[in-house]
C-alpha cells in the first residue's frame, strides 16, 4: 500500500510554456501533499505543503505565482509551472501522506523537467 | 533555526559496515526518518525512530539519542546496490519534515 504515482516521469518543453505535473495517491487519502525540487547533487527543497481543498503554503523563495498549486482532492495534487525557464530545469518530486503512520511521507517516483 | 548535518560523503568496502551520522536542532521533536535515493530517482523510506534506542531491520540498523540530537543509520553486509544518497530528515513540531543535506554513500569492491 502507500502507493505514489506522478505523471509525466520526464517532460522537455519550450522556455515559455507552461507544464504540469500531476501527483496521485493510488491506494489512500493523502491529507496532506507535498511538493520537492531537486537539483542535481544537492537535497530536496520543499517548495509548498497543500491540504486538500485549501490554498498551498509556498516556502521563502518559491513564486506562488509561477508554481501553481491545485489539491483539488484527497488523492489528486497538480503543479504547473508557468512560463518556464531553463533555470526550472529540475527533478520535481512530490509526497504525500494520510496523516496516519507517524506522517511518513510516501514519495513519487519523480518527473525530471528539462527547459530548453 | 533549525539545523540538520550530516556528512557530504563517505565511501566503504564492499561487506564491510558503515555508520552515517545525523546530529540535528529543531524546534521540537516528532520523530526522524533515514530515507536512501538512488541517483535520478525519488527517496524510498528506510526507518523511523521516535524512541531513545536502536531499530534493526535486515542489514540496517537505526539508532536515536533525543538527549543528544543524534542519530545514526547502520549498514552491514554492504553491497553495490547499497551505493546511493541516504537523507536524514527530522520532524519537527509542526510535523514538517526538515531534510539533511544527504551523505553519498560509495561502495568499492
Known amino acids: 500500500g502507500a502507493v505514489v504515482s506522478q505523471h509525466p516521469s520526464w517532460v522537455i518543453c519550450k522556455s515559455g510554456t507552461s507544464v504540469k505535473i500531476e501527483c496521485r495517491s493510488l491506494?489512500?487519502?493523502?491529507?496532506?501533499m507535498f511538493w520537492y525540487r531537486q537539483f542535481p547533487k544537492q537535497s530536496l527543497m520543499l517548495m509548498a505543503t497543500?491540504?486538500?481543498?485549501?490554498?498551498?503554503?509556498?516556502e521563502q523563495g518559491v513564486e506562488k505565482d509561477k508554481f501553481l498549486i491545485n489539491h483539488a482532492s484527497l488523492t489528486l495534487s497538480t503543479l504547473t509551472v508557468t512560463s518556464a525557464h531553463p533555470e526550472d530545469s529540475s527533478f520535481y518530486i512530490c509526497?504525500?501522506?494520510?496523516?496516519?503512520?507517524?506522517?511518513?511521507?510516501?514519495f513519487g517516483p519523480g518527473t525530471r523537467l528539462t527547459v530548453l | 533555526g533549525q539545523n540538520i548535518d550530516q556528512p557530504t560523503e563517505m565511501t566503504a568496502t564492499e561487506g564491510a559496515i558503515v555508520q552515517i551520522n545525523c546530529t540535528y536542532q529543531?524546534?521540537?521533536?516528532?520523530?526522524l526518518f533515514w530515507y536512501q535515493q538512488h541517483a535520478g530517482e525519488a527517496p524510498t523510506f528506510l526507518s523511523y525512530?521516535?524512541l531513545d534506542g536502536l531499530e534493526e531491520k535486515g542489514r540496517f540498523s537505526s539508532f536515536l539519542s533525543r538527549s543528544k540530537g543524534y542519530s545514526y543509520l547502520l549498514l552491514k553486509e554492504l553491497q553495490m546496490k547499497d551505493s546511493a544518497s541516504y537523507l536524514c530528515?527530522?520532524?519537527?513540531?509542526?510535523?514538517?519534515?526538515?531534510w539533511g543535506a544527504g551523505t553519498k554513500l560509495i561502495i568499492k569492491p
Open positions: 509526497s504525500a501522506t494520510s496523516g496516519k503512520d507517524h506522517n511518513e511521507q510516501f
Open positions: 491506494d489512500f487519502q493523502a491529507t496532506t
Open positions: 497543500s491540504n486538500e481543498g485549501s490554498k498551498a503554503t509556498y
Open positions: 529543531t524546534s521540537g521533536f516528532n520523530g
Open positions: 525512530n521516535v
Open positions: 530528515a527530522v520532524l519537527d513540531s509542526n510535523y514538517q519534515l526538515i
